[in-house]
């Protein structure tokens, strides 16, 4: 009896088998789980250069992540992707080169609708990836925010591979080294005043770059990307660049955008709060546009700076000043002529009374809580407002401030993608510029 695929039932009369015939009849078949086509076994050749001197294999599923980068829905960009494939074996395109394959790939993305805007982004993310430009993507803010689900959501649908968590770093430097750092969350500690505790809070975020250093100097030399999100994130220490007084890789108008109903591509709206570089003024205050019912006063803030600065924790920030390890970064990447880094910036933040809901429940949960049995949930809850108080308070330096909530999540992660998208275009195109320039003064 020949062998079929399927799961076969048999059952005894007597302790006799049953004949050839009832087995038949009694043979269910299963359709293979793992059918593979033979798509997947043919290898596609894609060749680079003017000369046709190297090439790699055409993969789908790294083509169907670039595509999704696009902004192309996922299960539609794995659809042109075995498009491609089935196009160039059906023909017998085995070998072929890079511009026939975008060629043959444009004009599938344009049968399904994406056509100009979408191909352009493709483009534009390909002379990123050829560039080697560094990004370096901050996701700051306080607890339960959203930092780490937007990060690595970010990093999905950019495919960018490394991310970086703040409290891991935190913990490895406070066990493993002579940092002075305490296990008890510096928002979990009892402080005399707001100034006290920012400026201990500025201080363990310094501690913490350092821990970063290794990961950012690989990321500028490289051109490899990276997002860093948790709490110890200090905007002042990554934000500004000596040479043009403002943020690394943001591109200001100028303006500030107040919190507004922003249309996405999907119609839907998300409200929040972009905000673009100013001038010197703006900056030594830090926080001249931060508003009211955001719990700081201009006063506040301007005191927490002048404690920074009377304590060496910090220098002045109108004057253009940051951390030497990461300036060291930007000096050995500008003499290699290599692409500017570019640098963005975002803070989270959420509704006060969802917060606060949050809060008192992740706060009950946490072990730490019998460390900081004397402290009222109040009061860690209003340590956490004195800290994101302060990270919206670089308003005038580049920062972008999103607020989040639960309904509107999905539009929060497409804006994201849309500005980050921005700002590698704008990163890209300067760099490009600036090639040129040398080339041509060369």
């Not at 992660?413 to 275009?425: A, F, G, K, M, S």
Request: glycine share 4%; net charge negative.
């Amino acid at each position: 009896m020949k062998k079929e695929k399927g799961v076969m039932i048999s059952s005894s009369v007597n302790g006799e088998e049953e004949n050839d015939d009832k087995q038949q009849q009694q043979l269910i078949r299963f359709p293979s789980r793992n059918a593979s086509s033979k798509y997947d076994f043919v290898k596609v050749k894609v060749w680079l250069g003017d000369n046709a001197d190297h090439y790699y294999v055409l993969s789908r599923f790294l083509l169907s992540r670039m595509l999704t980068v696009t902004k192309i829905p996922n299960h539609v960009a794995i659809k042109i992707a075995l498009e491609l494939k089935k196009l160039l074996i059906d023909n017998s395109l085995l070998d072929v080169s890079q511009s026939d394959l975008e060629a043959n790939l444009f004009k599938l993305m344009e049968r399904r609708g994406y056509g100009e805007e979408y191909i352009n982004r493709y483009k534009m993310m390909t002379r990123f990836h050829h560039q080697r430009v560094p990004l370096v993507i901050l996701v700051c803010g306080t607890a339960c925010v959203g930092k780490s689900t937007i990060a690595t959501q970010l990093a999905q649908r950019l495919n960018l591979p490394n991310v970086l968590q703040t409290d891991m770093v935190y913990e490895l430097l406070r066990t493993s080294t002579d940092a002075p750092l305490v296990s008890t969350p510096i928002w979990a500690r009892d402080f005399s005043s707001s100034e006290e505790l920012i400026t201990e809070f500025c201080r363990e975020c310094r501690v913490v770059r350092k821990g970063l250093a290794g990961d950012l100097k690989k990321a500028m030399k490289d051109g490899k990307p990276i997002i860093i999100e948790g709490i110890h994130l200090d905007p002042s220490i990554y934000l500004v660049d000596d040479e043009h007084k403002s943020p690394s890789g943001v591109h200001s108008e100028n303006k500030e955008i107040n919190p507004a109903s922003v249309p996405l591509d999907d119609n839907a709206t998300i409200e929040m709060k972009n905000i673009n570089a100013g001038n010197s003024d703006e900056i030594n205050g830090g926080s001249s546009t931060l508003s009211s019912n955001e719990g700081k006063s201009a006063h506040q803030v301007d005191a927490v700076s002048s404690s920074m600065a009377s304590m060496g924790l910090t220098e002045s920030i109108s004057a253009g000043a940051s951390l030497v390890e990461l300036e060291t970064d930007k000096t050995a990447v500008s003499k290699k002529s290599g692409p500017k880094p570019i640098i963005v910036p975002i803070v989270l933040k959420m509704a006060e009374f969802d917060h606060k809901a949050l809060l008192e429940e992740w706060i009950s949960s946490r072990t730490f809580k019998d460390k900081c049995l004397d402290q009222a949930n109040d009061k860690l809850i209003a340590n956490l407002k004195t800290i994101q108080d302060y990270l919206c308070s670089f308003t005038s330096q580049g920062l972008t401030v999103v607020n989040v909530s639960a309904t509107t999540f999905p539009q929060t992660l497409d804006w994201l993608h849309n500005h980050l998208l921005q700002c590698i275009e704008q990163g890209t195109s300067s760099g490009s510029c600036e090639n040129v320039t040398q080339e041509s003064a060369a």
